[in-house]
């Protein structure tokens, strides 16, 4: 028996249906989402035959009002190539006009042909005549609550010929290329991920409504939702590991190691076991369930461990820590150590 599963491309995904509850659904929100085994990625109502009425039009339903519909954009189809291993950069490859966005601070290198033009908030509708000041303010804003910087930096390639611009990864870890059509369009990362993308690519807010989500989840109420169909480049701290995971099929995650899915997966919270384990086991009291449909992307270096890593290594009250010495203090006056 196939199992239908739907969401309304703002809500919690429901289900399992089977075929005639899912026909019955489909016809009580025909704007809705559907994802069945076989299916790569969640697809409009209007696009699956099965659920559509016999004699129905085949065509796709206009988008839904609210936080599911998104207002299109046109992204610039950019060349690219990821340098380095442990400290990584990407370099873009702009032709004439076409531009990238990126945070500030990011920029590594750039050829002179290629102009640097800092815009107040996402830089999405730089050079396509759209968004007026209220809403240039609201992008500046969730991007302030996401933690980026109220400004972005867009660079254009003014002259001829190809011209190339570099953006930097901020700590060691893996550059990820994502083209977000082959993502349905959007995906929810950790708050400090984005680190460039094509113009048209929109950096937004997802918002944990979940109470135990937000306090425990590792990333807080706020996560960025990247939104567009072009090319956009994330940073994960240490390696980079990539899991698809079936409808309610379930992942246990340390909350630090949580770093995109797609916005089919559900996050939540759980608590790791018993007293002994949230007290000894040194994973905290929660860890983050992330259950499918969908692909979530996971980091094995979350920045937060290694500053904690490199706090607890630092000297305390104006000291210096040595490492290795026997002797301590009077090991370290031996051989030259004398921070006093």
């Known amino acids: 028996m196939t199992s239908w599963y739907f969401h309304s491309g703002s809500g919690d995904r429901i289900g399992p249906f089977d075929d005639g509850s899912a026909q019955q659904y489909a016809q009580q929100h025909p704007g809705h989402f559907c994802w069945r085994e076989g299916f790569t990625s969640w697809r409009p109502i209007g696009e699956v035959a099965e659920l559509r009425p016999a004699g129905a039009p085949e ?17 610039d189809d950019i060349d690219y190539r990821i340098v380095g291993n442990d400290m990584q950069f990407v370099e873009v490859e702009l032709d004439p006009g076409e531009s990238a966005i990126a945070e500030a601070g990011a920029l590594m290198y750039k050829d002179a042909a290629v102009e640097m033009n800092t815009v107040f908030g996402s830089g999405a509708h730089s050079g396509q005549g759209g968004g007026g000041f209220l809403d240039k303010l609201l992008t500046a804003g969730k991007r302030v609550v996401t933690g980026e910087s109220l400004f972005t930096t867009v660079y254009t390639h003014a002259g001829s010929g190809k011209a190339r611009v570099a953006f930097a990864a901020p700590y060691p870890g893996t550059v990820l290329a994502m083209k977000l059509d082959e993502h349905n369009g959007r995906l929810i990362c950790q708050k400090d991920s984005f680190l460039a993308g094509a113009r048209g690519v929109q950096v937004g807010i997802h918002f944990q409504r979940k109470i135990l989500t937000g306090l425990f989840g590792g990333e807080g109420f706020i996560m960025q939702k990247l939104e567009g169909d072009g090319w956009v ?8 590991v990539e899991r698809e995971l079936r409808a309610g099929e379930r992942l246990d995650v340390d909350t630090g ?7 089919t997966v559900n996050m939540d919270v759980r608590a790791v076991g018993g007293i002994k384990s949230m007290l000894f086991g040194g994973e905290g009291v929660f860890l983050a369930t992330l259950t499918g449909p969908g692909k979530v992307w996971l980091q094995s270096l979350p920045f937060s461990r290694m500053a904690g890593r490199m ?18 203090g009077l090991g370290r006056l031996m051989d030259g150590d004398n921070s006093f």
């Open 59 to 75: 065509h796709l339903p206009p988008p839904m009002p609210g936080a599911g519909a998104r207002t299109p954009t046109r992204n």
């Open 233 to 240: 480049f994330v940073h994960a701290g240490g390696t980079v």
């Open 257 to 263: 190691c949580v770093m995109a899915f797609h916005d």
């Open 311 to 328: 706090l607890a290594a630092a000297p305390q009250n104006g000291g210096s820590r040595g490492e290795g010495s026997v002797l301590g």
